[in-house]
Antibody, heavy 126, light 110 residues
Framework: EVQLVESGGGLVKPGGSLRLSCAAS????????MNWVRQAPGKGLEWVSS????????YYADSVKGRFTISRDNAKNSLYLQMNSLRAEDTAVYYC???????????????????WGKGTTVTVSS | QSVLTQPPSVSGAPGQRVTISCTGS?????????VHWYQQLPGTAPKLLIY???NRPSGVPDRFSGSKSGTSASLAITGLQAEDEADYYC??????????FGGGTKLTVL
C-alpha cells in the first residue's frame, strides 16, 4: 500500500525551529518529486515547497522562502522540512504529498499530487 | 488571497447537480497548465478527485467530472449524495514555478 506518514509537529515559540519528517512506503520513493502543503486552522490549502527526485530542483512559496528548507534522503525513503524563524502564521497542519507530472506527449501540463499523508500539526505560540 | 478563485460555498439537494468554478489567469490555467481537483472530507487529508482537467483516478465515481476552458475550470457533481459534503479545492501550476490552489469551496448537501 502506498503510504506517507508525517511526524515532528508540535508546539513551538515564535522565532523557534522545528523539523518535520515524512516517511514513504509502498512505492519507489527515489523516482518521485515530493511536496509539502499546509492548511492553517479553518483555512484552505497552501503549497509550501517542492523537491525533485534527486534534489536537483527545489522550490518554495514566497511566504516561507529563506526560513524553511526542504530536503530528502532517498536511502531512508524520507522527506524533511526544516522550519526556522517560525511565526504565528505558520501554525497549520502540514501534509506531505507525492508529485506527478501532468500532461503527456511532449506537452507540459504542470503537476498534481496523487498521494497525501494524514498530516502533522504545527502550533507557533508563546 | 488565493491565486485561483473559487466560490466559498455551494449547495444542492440530494440527487441534484452542482458545479464549482475555478478561475485563474494567463500565468496558470490560461497558460495551458492542467487543473486538478481535491476533495477534503471533514477532519481528513485531501484526496485527489480529478487530474489533468477531466480524468478520474481509480475508485472515483463517474458522478464527478471536470472541464477546462480558457482561464477557468469547473467541477461538476451529479446525483448529489450526503457523503459528497466536503471541501473541494482546485489546483494548477503557475509560470512562477509554484503549485497554486484555489481558496476552496464548501459543498453542503441540503
Amino acid at each position: 500500500e502506498v503510504q506517507l506518514v508525517e511526524s515532528g509537529g508540535g508546539l513551538v515559540k515564535p522565532g523557534g525551529s522545528l523539523r518535520l519528517s515524512c516517511a514513504a512506503s509502498g512505492f519507489t520513493f527515489s523516482s518521485y518529486s515530493m511536496n509539502w502543503v499546509r492548511q492553517a486552522p479553518g483555512k484552505g490549502l497552501e503549497w509550501v515547497s517542492s523537491i525533485s527526485s534527486s534534489s536537483s530542483y527545489i522550490y518554495y512559496a514566497d511566504s516561507v522562502k529563506g526560513r524553511f528548507t526542504i530536503s530528502r534522503d532517498n536511502a531512508k525513503n524520507s522527506l524533511y522540512l526544516q522550519m526556522n524563524s517560525l511565526r504565528a502564521e505558520d501554525t497549520a497542519v502540514y501534509y506531505c504529498a507525492r508529485d506527478i507530472v501532468s500532461g503527456g506527449g511532449g506537452r507540459s501540463g504542470g503537476y498534481y499530487m496523487d498521494v497525501w499523508g494524514k498530516g502533522t500539526t504545527v502550533t507557533v505560540s508563546s | 488571497q488565493s491565486v485561483l478563485t473559487q466560490p466559498p460555498s455551494v449547495s444542492g439537494a440530494p440527487g441534484q447537480r452542482v458545479t464549482i468554478s475555478c478561475t485563474g489567469s494567463s500565468s496558470n490555467i490560461g497558460a495551458g497548465y492542467d487543473v486538478h481537483w481535491y476533495q477534503q472530507l471533514p477532519g481528513t487529508a485531501p484526496k485527489l478527485l480529478i487530474y489533468g482537467n477531466s480524468n478520474r483516478p481509480s475508485g472515483v465515481p463517474d458522478r464527478f467530472s471536470g472541464s477546462k476552458s480558457g482561464t477557468s475550470a469547473s467541477l461538476a457533481i451529479t446525483g448529489l449524495q450526503a457523503e459528497d459534503e466536503a471541501d473541494y479545492y482546485c489546483q494548477s501550476y503557475d509560470s512562477s514555478l509554484s503549485r497554486v490552489f484555489g481558496g476552496g469551496t464548501k459543498l453542503t448537501v441540503l
